[in-house]
């Protein structure tokens, strides 16, 4: 399992080196030191919300290598019953600027593609089978639909 060197959803930013040959996007201030997995997610055409996603114990790296995507991370006062009162992060995570959300245990997360041929990587600090003992599902809208309102952005 994570360390849990951060105790809220933490965005390290990264960036991109180009000259004549191409470009190099990178991330440098995310380590694999507690990804156990990742897995990639890639939506059909229609682009659907996908969320929310919790674990007390799993942390989760988010990267977008491909497209761009909103992502939304909300605390979890309860692992069955959280409050509808917190408020959702929102964070919007694109190829364009590369970067590594951080949403430790403890927070449910989910995401809507901003763009067709998005793709999402999850690198995950528990094993499936951990993970499987500590999810929490809960409706896209279980905080508000406006959480995925991208006119707000």
């Known amino acids: 399992m994570t360390t849990n060197y951060h105790k809220k959803p933490t965005l390290l930013e990264g960036g991109v080196a180009a000259d004549k040959r191409g470009q190099v996007s990178f991330v440098n201030d995310f ?13 059909s055409a ?15 790296y988010v990267f977008v290598p491909s497209g761009s995507a909103l992502v939304a991370a909300v605390k979890l006062d309860d ?27 403890g927070y449910a997360n989910g995401f809507r593609a901003l763009e067709p041929n998005t793709k999402v990587i999850f690198f995950a600090t528990a094993s499936v089978e951990e ?16 959480v995925w309102d991208v006119d707000t952005l």
Do not use: C
Request: glycine fraction near 6%; aromatic fraction near 14%; charge should be negative.
């Open 46 to 60: 229609e682009e659907p919300i996908r969320a929310f996603h919790g674990h007390m114990k799993e942390a989760k």
């Open 79 to 105: 692992a069955k019953t959280p409050s509808t009162l917190e408020i959702p992060q929102r964070f919007v995570l694109s190829a364009k600027k590369p970067s590594v959300l951080y949403i430790p245990g």
């Open 31 to 43: 380590g694999f030191e507690d990804v156990v997995r990742f897995y990639m997610v890639e939506n």
């Open 131 to 146: 993970s499987k003992a500590d999810d929490y599902r809960f409706p896209h809208d279980y905080w508000g639909d406006d």
